[in-house]
């Protein structure tokens, strides 16, 4: 089997010396090559990430060698490309400039073979080493982060599930923190913050509500007002974080621990002095409790809650900027204006996955550059204490707490839960574990671990009831568990962390699970499946009503273009914009559903003529989004032509469809329509 070569830039305006170079070259390597700077620097813009080395001479036309060299350094080439010089120059000035501008060598004309070889062999060689141990380097201090960042998660997700919030609070506060304070050093040097404390700030926030792991269940979950009383206990949360950090032994002086600690304790404080617990006043609150109470206020209003329904974005700000949630630093307002049209885009599109891994991978870019980076300190320091803190908090919620791990199969529950159970803490196996299997069935728990696999990182809650043996009694409890993945690129979760409460009426729940079960988690049309169950009931009774039905698959033109150019969220921007298209076109007696991908599929009833829903759906659909031309190819069966079951009619729909697209696309054609 042939290897295969990495290639050299040889850069020289004189086509001979290129020749010699390439000559003694191109048994070891592929040879490109430039007859001046200005082509060279072309050539790497267009094959950075291909070219291992480069021989570059230093006086040519158009753009010299140490003009080469200055770009490389501007664009950080220099970094990952070696760069040997090549010149008839041998003067000391020459060589110390093109060993200051980053070159690894110098190697003068007239050439000899050997020479040339061997260093570009040995230059090759340590290049490749270096670039080795970097990605090492850098895998290693990625999984590290990556760890660290998943307890931080663990944590503050375990307070969302007993405050019965959506599980995207944490990122959201975190996102909307980030974004008010990098508008705030852009307005004002009055704080001092610089680019670490904006980071460093970003990632205490997870902490704001840790104290409310210690807030009685009923009162966090009240659906009405709370009385003085339960707000007096309710308020006791703010302080009671603060007490879990100051306590952490050892650790108290860092940097993560005391803003944590200050974000605790004042993220309820209002610029007026009117909040709690201190009733601090102004700039006595630190900026960043400041911070974090206004992305807390903003991120609640916006979302739902078991106490109100969700208010749009620019509600939720005209309610805080007119004082109805409390007096806040003017300073920030004018930053939260600033960045609300931001705002309404960056928290529709986040993904916690990714971005928790940009976060990470922008710190492992500023460690390997030689920058301090704050999330690795920050995260260890803090979280080897609180896990074991974790295990002493869930003990004491009242609620049976679990983490389960897929690959090796295990179940941990909390010391109180195994107590409850008779169970030991750590259960091997638990799928085929007799002891667990008589709490929590086999073929239910095989159920509920099913849920959790189609779970995904933007719909990470799977919520389900089953009758459980709790205590030596059958109850009907409800399990709640949120999916955690090691990699963002796995297609299944890793694990979960999750609790068990009992119930009393299940039909709530089971409706609500139901109804998840059918539907798309991206467009919240129906799936594939439910809707192939529906149209295949219609169609049963259509036969005895003589009722006329089309069904439509239609699938996007260019969608990979959209990814490719601008990002999958922005393709997701566009299969939801699609889906909603379709939602506003459609009776409510149609069938809108996704199959997959691109592909959707929608199914009416029709009277006489079909052509003109298939025109005014067709036209709703095409149109521009912001950059991007939205074209649809479509074919259409109906029930007139096709006599067999849901299947054969979305066969025939489908290859009309393709016929559609092989052609000039962005067109419908209807199959058998009269």
Known sequence: MNRIKKKILIVDDSELN???????????????EAENGAVAVDILHEHELEIALILLDIVMPQLDGFGVLSMMNRTGWIKTIPVIMISAETSGTYIDRAYDLGAVDYISRPFDERTVKHRVSCNFAFSM??????????????????????????????????NGESGLHVLHVNVITQMLLERLVQKTSKYGLTAADIKLISTASALHDIGKITIPSEILNKPGRFTPEEFEIMKKHTVDGANMLAAIPFRKNEA?????????????????????????????????????????VYDAL???RVYKEAYSP?????????????????????????????????????????????????????????????????????????????????????EIIFEYTSVPETLQLSEWSAELLGLPVRISDPSENCEWNNIFPAEDFKKFLNDIKRTTPSNPVATAKFILNINGQQKWSKIIAKSLWGDSEAREPDGAIGKIVDVNDETEIMELLEQKAEHDAKTGLLNHNAAKRKIDLIISDAELKGKRYALAVMDLDNFKQANDKYGHLFGDEILNIVAERMKENIRSTDIAARVGGDEFILFMEYKDTLIPQIERIFKSLTVKYKQFDVKVSMGIATTQVCNGGYDELFRIADEVMYEVKRGEKNGYKIYGAK
């Open 314 to 398: 620019d509600t939720a700000v005209d309610m805080i900027v007119r004082g109805e949630c409390g007096q806040f630093n003017p300073l920030l307002l004018e930053c939260l204006l600033d960045i609300a049209p931001r705002l309404k885009t960056e928290l529709t599109v986040v993904s916690l996955g990714s971005h928790t891994d940009d976060k990470i991978h922008d710190t492992v870019k500023q460690i390997l550059h030689g920058e301090k980076g704050t999330a690795s300190d920050r995260s260890i320091q803090l979280f080897e204490r609180e896990r074991q803190k974790f295990r002493f908090l869930s003990d004491i919620s009242g």
């Open 302 to 304: 916006t979302s739902k």
């Open 129 to 162: 080493r270096q670039k080795e141990m970097t990605n090492m380097l850098s895998q290693q201090i990625y999984q590290k982060e990556k760890d660290n960042s998943l307890m931080i998660e663990i944590l503050s997700h375990i307070v969302e599930f007993r």
């Open 256 to 296: 993560l621990i005391k803003t944590g600690h200050d974000i605790c304790r004042h993220h309820h404080e209002r610029y007026d002095g009117k909040g709690y617990p201190d009733g601090l006043k102004g700039d006595g609150i630190p900026i960043s409790a400041q911070v974090v109470s206004l992305a807390d």
């Open 18 to 32: 290129r020749s010699l170079l390439a000559d003694m070259l191109s048994g070891d390597f592929d040879i490109i």
